[in-house]
């Protein structure tokens, strides 16, 4: 352990408690992927993980309501340098991803760093010191809380692995305090509550609610959707890994990789759909969710009517799902469309179509809000303090903003994963996140080596190159299906900026991110020179998509077998060679 040493190789140990080399926020898909980086690519281990929670995972740790899973095809939901060929379906569930994060956290020994139950107040930029001064809490009723309740740690880095789906957002609904039932967020799901017969109220029909609907119809005595606003919804398609092919993804890696580069051609060849509401792949994509619609509705033009969407598909996020329309269609299933006007003991009233507000159901036992999350908020509730006293609150008055999604002006040594206009409708998440972490990694290198060297480095986005960036992608998302005025998503906030998403396709974000150019920073400390020695640092990125002919896949595929094979033979051959002798 590194005790007074300022080395970044080595992990925290007790002495050194409160200072460290990089604080990572978040424990979650991005923070693991940080620090293995850190590791991997700068032979550091000198930070701290903080997480609020008290297990590992992020947004796969606290969703755990009934049916959730991913709607990311699994085999490209998985770090690219930690390939899981063992996911038993077509669609990860949540429990087998965590599972597989805790593996993979297990692996690079990650869990000596993470300190659990604690949570980040507030985070405050030292100028003179060139470091981040982090507050943490340590949750109530823990060990840690009855000697260490709050303390600060200071460090040359500070990285925000927070993710955008962190804040559960509880609708708001006039008397949703006075529901005398059990209440539930999908995000904080209460799996010691037994659904069996009860009368349940289900607020939502985004990703989350069509995901639980068919769960919890199969035991509640019935259960109402109030849909606000209809949506897209394609199908899945979902379906078992069988054990043999499991075996194959395992042991004919080519096989893995031909599957995992088809995923990602598809789903970027998808991009299109998703912002162009003219072009024939969304054309496509709405046909295809109507049949299956009117498939698994039959004879059914009201709820036909209901359940359409009126806005470009891609401008909310895409549903898929095999099984949403066929719960909506059991016996004990009802869809309301009318608008909510209040809870009031065990009941929701809407607004009759005389006008007047009617109590669809007056004894409610659970209120499920699948009401999604705070998504616009970026980093809430941490305050952040940057340099000359700039609060996070102030840079983002107009709205969440950052070069490259990474770096916010005057934050220094400052870091997001998954921050503002990197999110995206079409495809997987964790390939941002690889591209995000290589170029943190790449802007902590020097600040580590000036560290080594006794001495201090800050870097921070110019201004311009900020404005320059952001101005370039929202002209793009202006023009985008993203930017339908008739429908309200989580990608935007309330003035109808596109805070949430990403302009482009995922290799063109990628590519962009291969190098860190330092020029691009405002240079402080006495360790200015690290970073302008070698002024580009190149980072390169995971390539996903398919690169090499099927053919040559195939002899790849032929090669590695007959490696396997004469491995085999030859660890074998004593053994072989006594049978022959006999
Ligand atoms: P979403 O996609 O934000 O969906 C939230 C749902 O809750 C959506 O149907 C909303 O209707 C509805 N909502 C929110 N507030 C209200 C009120 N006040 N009254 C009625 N209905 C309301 O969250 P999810 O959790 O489903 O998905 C979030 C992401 O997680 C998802 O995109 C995946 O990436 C994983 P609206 O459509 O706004 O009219």
């Known amino acids: 352990m590194a005790g007074d040493k300022p080395w970044p ?26 620090a293995i980086d850190l590791v991997k690519r700068n032979n550091c281990r000198n930070f701290i993980i ?12 606290d969703n755990k309501y009934p049916g959730c899973c991913c709607d990311v095809f699994s085999t490209l939901y998985s770090y690219s340098f930690a390939q899981n060929p ?13 599972s597989y994060l805790i593996r993979v956290a297990q692996e690079y020994q990650l869990y000596q760093h993470v300190r659990f139950n604690t949570q980040v107040e507030e985070a ?53 305090d006075s529901f005398a039932g059990k209440k539930m967020h999908s995000a904080r799901w209460d799996w010691s509550y037994d659904l069996a017969d009860k009368k349940i109220a289900l607020i939502g029909n985004g990703c989350t609610a069509v995901q639980i609907l068919p769960e919890i119809a199969k035991v509640a005595k019935k259960v109402t959707v109030y849909q606000r ?11 078992p890994v069988s054990s043999t092919m499991r075996a194959v993804l395992r042991y004919l890696p080519p096989v893995r990789w031909r599957k995992r580069a088809g995923q990602m051609d598809f789903r970027e060849w998808t991009y299109n759909a998703i912002v162009d509401s003219k072009s024939d792949a969304a054309k496509m994509f709405r046909d295809m969710a109507i049949d299956m619609m009117h498939n698994q509705l039959p004879d059914q033009p009201e709820m036909w009517e209901k359940l359409t969407p009126e806005y470009a598909l891609g401008c909310k996020r895409i549903i898929i799902s095999d099984d949403y329309y066929p719960a909506v269609n059991q016996p004990n299933v009802a869809l ?5 006007q209040s809870i009031h003991d065990r009941s929701v009233s809407v607004l009759g179509d005389d006008g007047q507000p009617e109590d669809v159901e007056s004894d409610y036992d659970l209120l499920v809000c699948a009401t999604g999350f705070k998504t616009v908020d970026f980093m809430h509730p941490i305050k952040m303090v940057g340099k000359n006293g700039r609060t996070l609150n102030d840079i983002w008055k107009d709205g969440a903003k950052a070069y490259y999604g990474v770096c916010v002006e005057d934050m220094p040594n400052f870091g997001m994963l998954y921050g503002p206009n990197t999110n995206l409708g079409h495809n997987s998440i964790i390939l941002m996140i690889e591209s995000q972490s290589r170029y943190i990694n790449g802007l902590i290198k020097p600040i580590l080596d000036a560290r080594k060297q006794g001495k201090a480095l800050s870097l921070r986005p110019k201004h311009d190159k900020v404005e320059a960036y952001n101005e370039k992608i929202q002209s793009i998302l202006k023009n985008s299906s993203f930017n339908d005025p008739t429908c309200n998503s989580w990608y935007k906030n309330e003035a109808g900026v596109i805070t949430n998403n990403w302009s482009g396709t995922v290799v063109e974000y990628q590519n962009m991110l291969s190098s860190v150019d330092y020029s691009d920073y405002e240079l402080d400390g006495s360790g200015v020179e690290l970073a302008q020695q070698k002024p580009k640092l190149s ?8 690169q090499i002919s099927d053919r040559t896949l195939l002899a790849l595929g032929l090669l590695s077998t007959a490696a396997v094979v004469g491995g085999f033979l030859v660890r074998n051959s004593q053994y072989l060679s006594r049978i022959r002798v006999r």
């Open 86 to 98: 063992d996911w038993t379906r077509e669609y990860p569930g949540q429990e087998e991803i965590l």
């Open 539 to 546: 980072v390169g990125r995971a390539v996903e998509e398919s």
């Open 229 to 239: 606003t209809p949506n897209w919804v394609v199908p899945r398609l979902d379906q």
């Open 9 to 34: 190789e080595v992990p925290v140990g007790n002495k050194d408690h409160t200072n460290a080399a990089v604080v990572i926020i978040g424990a979650g898909i991005s923070g693991m992927c940080t």
């Open 336 to 340: 309301e469309t009318r608008a909510i």
């Open 50 to 61: 903080l997480e609020k929670s008290s297990g590992l995972g992020g947004t796969w740790h």
């Open 124 to 176: 405050r930029w030292d100028d003179e010191l060139k470091k981040w001064r982090t507050t943490v809490t340590t949750a109530k009723g823990s060990k840690e809380a009855e000697f260490n309740p709050e303390y600060e740690i200071k460090s040359d880095f500070l990285v925000s692995a927070v993710g955008q789906l962190n804040q559960p957002a509880w609708p708001k609904i006039d008397g949703l």
